[in-house]
Protein backbone atom coordinates (compact mmCIF):
# COMPACT_ATOMS: atom_id res chain seq x y z
CA UNK A 1 0.00 0.00 0.00
CA UNK A 2 2.85 2.27 0.89
CA UNK A 3 4.12 1.88 -2.73
CA UNK A 4 0.63 2.67 -4.16
CA UNK A 5 0.93 6.03 -2.26
CA UNK A 6 4.37 6.91 -3.50
CA UNK A 7 4.12 6.06 -6.63
CA UNK A 8 0.64 7.96 -7.14
CA UNK A 9 2.77 10.82 -5.64
CA UNK A 10 5.61 10.38 -7.97
CA UNK A 11 2.57 10.11 -10.55
CA UNK A 12 1.09 13.62 -9.45
CA UNK A 13 4.57 15.55 -9.19
CA UNK A 14 4.93 14.40 -13.00
CA UNK A 15 2.06 15.77 -14.00
CA UNK A 16 2.42 18.92 -11.94
CA UNK A 17 6.17 19.40 -13.56
CA UNK A 18 4.46 18.65 -17.40
CA UNK A 19 1.46 21.25 -17.04
CA UNK A 20 3.71 23.90 -15.26
CA UNK A 21 5.81 23.42 -18.58
CA UNK A 22 2.94 24.47 -20.42
CA UNK A 23 3.09 27.98 -19.81
CA UNK A 24 5.22 30.00 -17.20
CA UNK A 25 2.01 31.74 -15.97
CA UNK A 26 -0.48 28.76 -15.65
CA UNK A 27 0.30 27.29 -11.95
CA UNK A 28 -0.42 23.58 -11.37
CA UNK A 29 -3.64 22.32 -9.59
CA UNK A 30 -3.32 21.79 -7.12
CA UNK A 31 -2.28 25.37 -5.95
CA UNK A 32 -1.64 26.56 -2.56
CA UNK A 33 0.40 29.50 -1.16
CA UNK A 34 0.29 30.67 2.37
CA UNK A 35 2.68 34.16 1.46
CA UNK A 36 5.29 33.14 3.43
CA UNK A 37 7.99 33.76 0.45
CA UNK A 38 6.69 34.27 -2.85
CA UNK A 39 3.79 35.76 -4.72
CA UNK A 40 5.24 35.95 -7.95
CA UNK A 41 2.80 33.77 -9.53
CA UNK A 42 0.33 36.16 -8.97
CA UNK A 43 -0.31 39.25 -11.97
CA UNK A 44 -1.68 42.43 -10.10
CA UNK A 45 -3.91 44.79 -11.76
CA UNK A 46 -6.40 47.94 -10.94
CA UNK A 47 -5.57 49.84 -7.90
CA UNK A 48 -3.80 49.62 -5.00
CA UNK A 49 -1.05 47.86 -4.36
CA UNK A 50 -0.20 44.17 -3.42
CA UNK A 51 3.37 43.15 -1.40
CA UNK A 52 4.66 40.10 1.19
CA UNK A 53 4.19 41.57 4.60
CA UNK A 54 5.47 40.65 8.35
CA UNK A 55 2.39 41.31 10.22
CA UNK A 56 3.54 39.62 13.54
CA UNK A 57 6.78 40.78 13.73
CA UNK A 58 8.89 38.03 13.50
CA UNK A 59 10.83 39.12 10.58
CA UNK A 60 9.14 37.09 7.98
CA UNK A 61 6.44 37.42 5.63
CA UNK A 62 2.93 35.57 6.28
CA UNK A 63 0.10 37.62 4.36
CA UNK A 64 -0.24 39.08 1.04
CA UNK A 65 -1.39 42.92 1.76
CA UNK A 66 -3.50 44.83 -0.24
CA UNK A 67 -3.61 48.67 0.26
CA UNK A 68 -5.28 51.53 -1.17
CA UNK A 69 -6.15 55.09 -0.42
CA UNK A 70 -8.18 56.12 -3.71
CA UNK A 71 -11.25 56.55 -5.29
CA UNK A 72 -14.12 54.15 -6.00
CA UNK A 73 -12.81 51.20 -7.99
CA UNK A 74 -11.15 47.86 -7.63
CA UNK A 75 -7.86 46.04 -7.31
CA UNK A 76 -6.99 42.52 -8.29
CA UNK A 77 -4.02 39.87 -7.81
CA UNK A 78 -4.37 36.93 -10.20
CA UNK A 79 -3.18 33.84 -11.67
CA UNK A 80 -3.67 31.15 -14.35
CA UNK A 81 -4.91 27.47 -13.07
CA UNK A 82 -3.86 24.65 -14.57
CA UNK A 83 -6.89 21.90 -15.70
CA UNK A 84 -8.34 25.09 -17.33
CA UNK A 85 -11.65 25.08 -15.25
CA UNK A 86 -13.48 27.33 -17.33
CA UNK A 87 -12.96 26.32 -20.86
CA UNK A 88 -13.32 22.51 -19.92
CA UNK A 89 -16.38 23.04 -17.60
CA UNK A 90 -13.52 21.02 -14.76
CA UNK A 91 -14.94 21.05 -11.37
CA UNK A 92 -12.73 23.15 -8.85
CA UNK A 93 -12.66 25.04 -5.71
CA UNK A 94 -11.15 28.19 -4.69
CA UNK A 95 -10.13 29.06 -0.99
CA UNK A 96 -8.37 32.52 1.02
CA UNK A 97 -8.20 33.05 4.04
CA UNK A 98 -7.79 36.80 4.86
CA UNK A 99 -8.34 39.98 7.82
CA UNK A 100 -9.32 43.25 7.29
CA UNK A 101 -7.21 45.60 9.18
CA UNK A 102 -8.44 48.95 8.01
CA UNK A 103 -11.30 50.27 5.65
CA UNK A 104 -12.99 54.05 5.74
CA UNK A 105 -17.01 53.34 5.85
CA UNK A 106 -18.40 53.30 1.99
CA UNK A 107 -18.84 50.39 -0.38
CA UNK A 108 -15.77 48.16 0.13
CA UNK A 109 -16.32 44.66 -0.84
CA UNK A 110 -13.28 41.46 -0.12
CA UNK A 111 -12.76 38.67 -1.47
CA UNK A 112 -12.71 36.26 -5.03
CA UNK A 113 -12.79 36.59 -8.22
CA UNK A 114 -12.68 33.34 -10.28
CA UNK A 115 -12.69 32.15 -14.05
CA UNK A 116 -11.32 35.26 -15.03
CA UNK A 117 -11.09 36.00 -18.96
CA UNK A 118 -7.48 37.19 -18.04
CA UNK A 119 -5.30 37.67 -15.15
CA UNK A 120 -3.52 40.88 -16.31
CA UNK A 121 -7.07 42.82 -17.26
CA UNK A 122 -10.05 40.40 -15.54
CA UNK A 123 -13.03 42.22 -17.54
CA UNK A 124 -15.27 39.05 -17.36
CA UNK A 125 -14.95 36.95 -14.57
CA UNK A 126 -17.31 35.81 -10.98
CA UNK A 127 -17.58 38.08 -8.12
CA UNK A 128 -17.60 36.10 -4.90
CA UNK A 129 -16.84 38.95 -2.07
CA UNK A 130 -18.67 40.04 1.50
CA UNK A 131 -19.35 43.78 2.36
CA UNK A 132 -18.51 43.94 6.51
CA UNK A 133 -20.26 47.48 6.68
CA UNK A 134 -24.06 46.24 5.67
CA UNK A 135 -23.14 42.67 6.17
CA UNK A 136 -23.77 41.33 2.57
CA UNK A 137 -22.36 38.33 0.49
CA UNK A 138 -22.52 38.11 -3.20
CA UNK A 139 -22.45 35.86 -5.57
CA UNK A 140 -22.27 38.73 -8.80
CA UNK A 141 -21.24 37.92 -13.00
CA UNK A 142 -18.98 40.75 -14.41
CA UNK A 143 -18.59 41.17 -17.43
CA UNK A 144 -19.99 38.99 -20.69
CA UNK A 145 -23.14 38.99 -21.32
CA UNK A 146 -25.35 38.67 -17.96
CA UNK A 147 -25.32 35.26 -19.10
CA UNK A 148 -25.07 34.14 -14.87
CA UNK A 149 -27.51 34.40 -11.93
CA UNK A 150 -26.36 36.47 -9.85
CA UNK A 151 -27.12 35.51 -6.40
CA UNK A 152 -26.66 38.49 -2.92
CA UNK A 153 -27.37 37.48 0.21
CA UNK A 154 -27.41 40.08 2.69
CA UNK A 155 -27.99 40.04 7.04
CA UNK A 156 -26.80 36.46 5.92
CA UNK A 157 -25.68 35.99 9.10
CA UNK A 158 -22.26 36.28 9.22
CA UNK A 159 -19.85 38.61 11.62
CA UNK A 160 -17.32 40.88 10.76
CA UNK A 161 -14.50 43.13 12.92
CA UNK A 162 -11.40 44.44 11.80
CA UNK A 163 -8.92 42.06 12.46
CA UNK A 164 -10.95 39.05 12.37
CA UNK A 165 -9.89 35.82 10.36
CA UNK A 166 -12.14 34.55 7.44
CA UNK A 167 -12.04 32.10 5.15
CA UNK A 168 -14.03 32.12 2.01
CA UNK A 169 -13.90 28.91 -0.07
CA UNK A 170 -16.00 28.86 -3.51
CA UNK A 171 -16.71 25.19 -5.24
CA UNK A 172 -17.95 24.95 -8.50
CA UNK A 173 -19.99 22.05 -9.71
CA UNK A 174 -21.08 21.57 -13.44
CA UNK A 175 -23.47 19.29 -15.25
CA UNK A 176 -22.16 19.92 -18.99
CA UNK A 177 -21.85 23.62 -18.95
CA UNK A 178 -24.18 24.29 -16.50
CA UNK A 179 -22.28 25.73 -13.51
CA UNK A 180 -23.49 25.63 -9.97
CA UNK A 181 -21.67 27.82 -7.30
CA UNK A 182 -21.64 27.27 -3.69
CA UNK A 183 -19.60 30.32 -1.18
CA UNK A 184 -19.37 28.84 2.40
CA UNK A 185 -17.67 31.99 4.84
CA UNK A 186 -16.30 31.20 7.43
CA UNK A 187 -15.79 33.27 10.35
CA UNK A 188 -15.39 31.15 13.64
CA UNK A 189 -18.85 30.72 14.12
CA UNK A 190 -21.27 28.33 12.27
CA UNK A 191 -20.37 28.74 8.42
CA UNK A 192 -22.69 30.76 5.92
CA UNK A 193 -23.33 29.75 2.49
CA UNK A 194 -24.78 30.86 -0.49
CA UNK A 195 -25.76 29.10 -3.50
CA UNK A 196 -26.25 30.67 -7.41
CA UNK A 197 -28.35 28.07 -9.25
CA UNK A 198 -27.05 26.69 -12.52
CA UNK A 199 -26.67 28.73 -15.34
CA UNK A 200 -24.89 28.16 -18.64
CA UNK A 201 -21.51 29.04 -18.56
CA UNK A 202 -20.43 27.94 -22.26
CA UNK A 203 -20.58 31.42 -23.70
CA UNK A 204 -19.33 33.41 -20.78
CA UNK A 205 -17.02 33.22 -17.68
CA UNK A 206 -15.17 30.02 -19.65
CA UNK A 207 -11.33 31.58 -18.32
CA UNK A 208 -9.19 30.08 -15.67
CA UNK A 209 -8.26 33.23 -14.21
CA UNK A 210 -8.09 33.07 -10.61
CA UNK A 211 -7.49 35.44 -7.25
CA UNK A 212 -8.29 37.93 -4.99
CA UNK A 213 -10.51 40.81 -5.52
CA UNK A 214 -11.04 44.35 -3.21
CA UNK A 215 -12.99 46.86 -3.58
CA UNK A 216 -12.17 50.48 -2.22
CA UNK A 217 -14.84 52.53 -1.05
CA UNK A 218 -14.78 55.98 -1.84
CA UNK A 219 -11.83 58.26 -0.27
CA UNK A 220 -9.55 55.03 0.03
CA UNK A 221 -8.05 53.45 3.40
CA UNK A 222 -8.72 49.82 2.93
CA UNK A 223 -6.26 47.44 4.02
CA UNK A 224 -6.63 43.66 3.46
CA UNK A 225 -4.20 41.00 4.43
CA UNK A 226 -4.78 37.74 2.79
CA UNK A 227 -3.08 34.60 5.12
CA UNK A 228 -3.05 31.89 2.14
CA UNK A 229 -4.56 31.17 -1.12
CA UNK A 230 -5.67 27.84 -2.61
CA UNK A 231 -6.94 25.87 -6.07
CA UNK A 232 -7.91 23.49 -7.43
CA UNK A 233 -9.43 21.74 -10.09
CA UNK A 234 -11.57 18.27 -8.89
CA UNK A 235 -10.64 15.01 -11.38
CA UNK A 236 -13.77 13.86 -12.47
CA UNK A 237 -14.59 10.00 -11.50
CA UNK A 238 -12.71 8.63 -15.01
CA UNK A 239 -9.78 9.84 -13.78
CA UNK A 240 -9.68 8.07 -10.46
CA UNK A 241 -10.64 4.89 -12.39
CA UNK A 242 -8.07 5.29 -14.62
CA UNK A 243 -5.59 5.85 -11.80
CA UNK A 244 -7.12 2.58 -10.02
CA UNK A 245 -6.90 0.91 -13.31
CA UNK A 246 -2.95 1.90 -14.01
CA UNK A 247 -2.24 0.80 -10.32
CA UNK A 248 -4.20 -2.52 -10.98
CA UNK A 249 -1.75 -2.94 -13.64
CA UNK A 250 1.21 -2.56 -11.71
CA UNK A 251 -0.16 -4.95 -9.40
CA UNK A 252 0.10 -7.68 -11.92
CA UNK A 253 2.87 -7.08 -13.48
CA UNK A 254 4.53 -7.26 -10.02
CA UNK A 255 3.56 -10.17 -9.32
CA UNK A 256 4.27 -11.79 -11.95
CA UNK A 257 8.22 -10.73 -11.54
CA UNK A 258 8.27 -12.23 -8.31
Not at 24 to 47: C, E, I, K, Q, R
Not at 54 to 67: G, L, R, V
Not at 135 to 141: D, E, L, P, S, V
Not at 153 to 167: M, V
Request: hydrophobic share 35%; glycine share 12%; net charge negative.
Amino acid sequence: MKTHHITLIGACSAAIAFTSSLSAATVASPYLNDFTSSAADFTTSGVGSWNLVDTNSDTNPDAYQFTANTSTSAGFSMLTLGGNPGSNFTDFTVSTTFSVSSVDPGQAYWGLAILGSSESSPSDYILVDYQGSNGQFRIINVGGAGTGTAVSASSFGGTFALGQSITLTVTGTYVGSMLTLSADYDDGSPTQTITASAFDASTHYTGSAMGMRVRTPSGGGTTVNFDSFSAAVVPEPGTYAAIAGAFALLGVVLMRRK
